[in-house]
């Protein structure tokens, strides 16, 4: 059979897609992508379902939570039963990137926000004040059918190929989000850096009943100015180049999804 004619051969949107022009680099550079899945079950149940290529494999999925955390370099936290993590692996099976999400399509669980880790230092009216204004985001995704989620965690080993790898990570993760109905994302972004970044693609300081933003805070163990953003996922991905269709066919392509169940 004769091949398409380049007009039509090129119209793809898998062909045209940036996630696509990065998991080739990717590749080529030596990284795989690995999604390891939450580990409660029955909570996330409708998320997992979405995802029925997934590979079930306890001792697996035992072995990638290992390895996220020795990344990180600390101990089990409360949110890690609800975290979806994306990997970015090398030959030697080293994870040299990481990010996580929760994404609360069915019951939710505020004892899987990693807000609560982060809030632990800081005092009892502005620390009320977050999980009230957490609480109106998952009260909205409930009334609209839309999906609350919460983003963290990302980070990346130094290296040349750190840049390729933090780009991947972050499409990847919009991929994700793409199985989901429309996310209201919350995520605490450092108010120096990625904060800005993420406020061209769309995003808005979390606020209390839309009265007030809150304001930064400091997280003690790191020393760190965070602001609590709230992203629309559907505005994130329009003005970040995302093809959800697409870009959510390439991952379910291209990364091993490991599921304890």
């Keep these: 059979m004769d091949s398409l004619p380049r007009s039509r051969a090129c119209t793809s949107p898998r062909a045209n897609s940036r996630f696509g022009a990065c998991l080739r680099r990717f590749a080529a550079a030596g990284y795989r992508l690995i999604v390891s899945t939450p580990s409660d079950t029955r909570v996330f149940a409708h998320g997992l379902d979405r995802f029925s290529e997934r590979r079930i494999d306890p001792a697996d999925h035992a072995r990638w939570e290992t390895a996220y955390r020795l990344f990180g370099g600390r101990g089990r936290l409360?949110?890690?039963?609800?975290?979806?993590?994306?990997?970015?692996?090398?030959?030697?099976?080293?994870?040299?990137?990481?990010?996580?999400?929760?994404?609360?399509?069915?019951?939710?669980?505020?004892?899987?926000?990693?807000?609560?880790?982060?809030?632990?230092?800081t005092g009892p009216v502005f620390r009320e004040h977050c999980e009230l204004a957490v609480a109106d985001v998952v009260a909205a995704g409930t009334r609209l059918g839309r999906t609350p989620a919460e983003v963290s965690g990302w980070a990346v080993s130094p290296g040349a190929h750190a840049a390729l790898v933090a780009v991947t990570l972050v499409r990847g993760l919009a991929a994700l989000l793409a199985a989901f109905a429309d996310p209201l994302v919350v995520v605490a972004a450092d108010h120096r850096g990625e904060g800005a970044r993420l406020m061209r693609r769309g995003a808005g300081h979390l606020g209390l009943a839309g009265r007030f933003a809150l304001p930064p805070f400091v997280h003690h163990a790191s020393g760190t100015w965070l602001r609590l953003l709230l992203i629309d996922a559907p505005t994130y991905f329009a003005r970040s180049g995302v093809v959800a269709d697409a870009d959510l066919a390439l991952l379910r392509e291209r990364a091993d999804f490991v599921s304890p169940a």
């Design 78 to 121: 409360p949110c890690d039963r609800g975290s979806w993590r994306l990997l970015a692996v090398d030959d030697d099976d080293r994870v040299v990137g990481a990010i996580s999400a929760r994404l609360f399509c069915g019951e939710f669980v505020p004892e899987y926000l990693h807000l609560g880790t982060l809030l632990e230092s």
